[in-house]
């Protein structure tokens, strides 16, 4: 099971492309199949089961994209993504695809074929949302690696002897998994194996081939972790037996038992991703250019209409929605950003924390504080539901990023971490039934509106909460009710391109003018 971390679920990655669920989940599981190959393969062979996602989206949303990058050995931010199609023509590996009924249990399901000088290997991995990944499938092995510790693969030639069960015994794994015939095994731990032990089992005559898997995320799981807390509810009890009041505090307590951090190391990571937000807001203002995509440049645009009297006085809001707009076009222009919790909302958390920060006044630690608030409602949300649109629309990403906005400006301005909670179950209530419906495929429109509706929803529920508004129903059955609102969505309206303003006659339209580009 996995274990959420404000860092590696919630805010977070760090990253270019369209969608964190296909261009930065697929570069971790590429990542995972290059390891399992011993390099980058010659040839992968990708299954897609139609009743899923990524038919009809893997090349729009950069899944095409992330999993070349992946087995290229890349990272989810390096700018080689942008021009990747040349990449694999220099690295010589051909990618094919494949669409039928496959049954498989998530609509993102990667099944993949892999070879390398003949050798040839299976890899089952799903993406779930927000960039988190878990590895199901090894050959015929069913496996549960979330990328947030060690891995260790062996394959047997003939049947393991006494001492292979030895030298798996003396890893001090924290599981070991055989196949049926014991010709596969794959151990986990939460510490590096040593090189002097994979020697050891690489000498046996059993041992056909040995392979390690390394973590794809930036917070790993510790050996024991006693976390204080997984729902609002038992936050308010270990609050109460703390004495602490702030919500950036409870994240900071989480973050710590949830990873093994210092306190520390947790405000540094959050600092460190504040300025790639404020970077990304900079580069957006002056102005992006990319080829694939549908909207130009328009982010100035906001800010010249006010400057010259054009637009009603919104206040903080005046300030928020051109920042929003920035990441928004960072993001489709193949620039850094952070997905918040994931790429498609990517927009209204920066833009949101950084405006009220400086409509504020406030310094550089208030918002690293602000954005661990906004990444504990976050974590709570990853545990009970998800951040994927595939399952639950866009509710579970511009509605989950509202909820996280509203939280981290109460918390920012003041307020106790009870109204924090509030504000976020005012948020989330007002976004039930939020759909997931990209025009032309592309994670822009209605994309942008919906970001920018995302803070506008956070920041006034925000002022609500903290100027005593009731929020009736509390955080958590919001969340339970939000879930099962979300998973009764048609299929057509959760990221499949198949229902909505995707299939209007100007969404076509503009479909095959970028496809004839």
């Not at 394959?155 to 001492?163: E, L, R």
């Not at 210092?262 to 250019?289: N, P, Q």
């Not at 924090?420 to 948020?427: C, D, F, I, T, V």
């Not at 059955?477 to 959760?494: I, T, Y």
Request: hydrophobic share 40%; charged share 20%; with cysteine.
């Amino acid at each position: 099971m996995n274990v959420p971390s404000i860092f590696n679920d919630v805010i977070g990655p760090i990253m270019r492309g369209p969608s964190s669920s296909h261009s930065a989940a697929a570069v971790r599981i590429g990542r995972i199949g290059r390891e399992l190959m011993g390099g980058t393969p010659q040839t992968v062979h990708a299954y897609f089961d139609l009743a899923g996602s990524l038919p009809s989206t893997y090349l729009s949303q950069g899944s095409d994209m992330g999993l070349s990058a992946g087995l290229l050995g890349f990272d989810a931010d390096d700018e080689r993504l942008a021009d990747y199609r040349n990449e694999i023509r220099k690295a010589q590996l051909e990618l094919h695809y494949f669409t039928d009924h496959y049954h498989d249990p998530h609509p993102n399901t990667y099944n993949l074929r892999l070879n390398k000088d003949g050798e040839e290997h299976r890899l089952k991995a799903l993406s779930t949302g927000g960039g988190i990944i878990e590895v199901i499938g090894i050959d015929d092995l069913d496996v549960s690696f979330f990328g947030d510790c060690y891995g260790l693969v062996i394959w047997f030639k003939k049947s393991p002897t006494a001492q292979i069960d030895s030298l798996l015994d003396e890893m001090e794994a924290v599981s070991v998994s055989w196949n049926k015939d014991r010709s596969l095994a794959v151990a986990l731990s939460h510490s590096p194996f040593s090189d002097e032990l994979v020697v050891r089992i690489n000498v046996e005559p059993s041992v056909l081939a040995v392979r390690r898997l390394s973590p794809v995320v930036p917070v790993l799981t510790p050996g024991q972790s006693n976390l204080p807390f997984t729902t609002a509810s038992g936050m308010e009890r270990y609050a109460s037996s703390t004495g602490i009041t702030d919500l950036a505090d409870l994240a900071i307590a989480y973050e710590t038992a949830r990873g093994a951090l210092t306190d520390r190391e947790v405000m540094e990571m959050a600092s460190r991703l504040v300025v790639i937000m404020e970077d990304g807001i900079s580069r957006g203002l002056e102005g992006t250019v990319f080829r694939d995509r549908i909207l130009d440049a328009q982010a100035d645009k906001y800010s010249r209409s006010r400057q010259q009297g054009a637009l009603l006085n919104l206040g903080v809001l005046d300030a928020i929605i051109p920042n929003v707009a920035a990441v928004m076009e960072v993001k489709s222009a193949m620039g850094v950003i952070v997905a918040a919790p994931t790429a498609g909302s990517c927009g209204g958390l920066p833009g949101s924390l950084i405006g009220v920060a400086a409509a504020c006044n406030l310094d550089a630690e208030a918002k690293a504080r602000g954005l661990l608030a906004a990444g504990v409602i976050g974590v709570l949300i990853a545990t009970a539901s998800t951040f994927s649109a595939e399952v639950c629309g866009c509710q579970a990403e511009c509605g989950v990023s509202s909820g996280m906005i509203a939280a981290a400006v109460t918390s920012m301005l003041g307020g106790s971490y009870q109204i924090s909670l509030a504000a976020a179950s005012l948020a989330l209530q007002n976004i039930f039934g939020m759909v997931c419906d990209p025009v032309a495929n592309r994670v822009e429109v209605p994309c942008l509106g919906k970001n920018i509706l995302a803070a506008s929803n956070g920041v006034s529920c925000a002022n609500l909460a903290l100027s005593g508004f009731d929020q009736v129903i509390p955080f958590d059955e919001v969340v339970a009710a939000m879930d099962q609102v979300g998973r009764s969505l048609p299929h057509e309206l959760r990221c499949t391109a198949r229902g909505g303003l995707s299939i209007t006659p100007t969404s076509k339209t503009i479909t095959k003018r970028l496809q004839s580009q």
